[in-house]
């Protein structure tokens, strides 16, 4: 079934990301792996475990990340230690003196042949584990780079559209400051208008003047 899940993270999904990072830090695993996991619970990608880990939850566990590398380093030095021991104890075997009975000889060489064939297999086992990890650790490495880089170009491209908003808006206040300064002038404009209509109906509506003719008549005096 394919991941689809595309919601938010909650509170819960962080803490299980953060858990499973850090249990396969310590087990000397990879994040790829630990993204992985999450993403096989969660019904969600690899991918996008990885961008939340790395966008938002890795810078609040630094000191957890690296107290886990250190068990990581101390089960490792653990493991050559046995290894070492190991090795002293087959030395030690080979460097003791022969027996003279034959029975004695015989073990010494069954129990030589024994740590000599699990000396063999451990160091191959080893190697194998060793080149996993050193192969997946250079993947995780390539994948956080990868994620790195798109990170950087959605930076990139977010600042290209806040200049691109920024000149828009300084656009539209040119504009408004224009349609401000003419909207200013047309009121004065109709306030002169309303003015020269108020002074001629005044004059329209003047009192006439009438004055008395020698025949005993009124008429108006002309203005």
């Not at 962080?14 to 000397?28: C, K, N, P, S």
């Not at 003196?97 to 191959?124: C, D, G």
């Not at 909207?183 to 404009?189: D, G």
């Not at 108020?198 to 008429?219: C, H, I, S, W, Y």
Request: proline share 1%; charged share 35%.
């Amino acid at each position: 079934m394919a991941k689809v899940r595309q919601d938010a993270w909650s509170h819960e999904d962080d803490l299980l990301l953060a858990e499973t990072v850090l249990r396969h830090i310590r087990e000397g695993s990879t994040q790829l792996n630990a993204f992985e996991e999450v993403g096989d619970k969660l019904n969600r990608t690899s991918a996008a475990c990885g961008f939340r880990w790395n966008a938002e939850i890795r810078q609040r566990y630094e000191q957890a990340v690296a107290i886990a590398k250190r068990q990581r380093k101390e089960k490792k030095r653990n493991i050559a230690r046995q290894q070492n021991q190991l090795n002293r104890s087959f030395h030690l075997e080979n460097n003791k003196p022969k027996e003279t009975s034959e029975e004695a000889f015989i073990n010494q060489s069954s129990v030589s042949n024994s740590l000599s064939t699990k000396v063999k297999e451990l160091n191959l086992n080893q190697v194998i584990q060793y080149l996993k990890t050193v192969k997946k650790e250079m993947e995780e490495t390539t994948y956080s780079k990868n994620i790195l880089q798109k990170t950087k170009q959605e930076r990139d491209h977010l600042h290209n559209e806040n200049e691109k908003l920024q000149k828009e808006v300084k656009h539209l206040e040119k504009q408004l400051e224009t349609v401000q300064s003419d909207y200013q002038a047309f009121l004065q404009i109709m306030d002169r208008a309303r003015k020269m209509v108020v002074f001629q109906d005044q004059d329209d509506t003047a009192t006439p003047t009438f004055r008395m003719e020698k025949n005993g008549n009124l008429e108006q005096v002309a203005r």
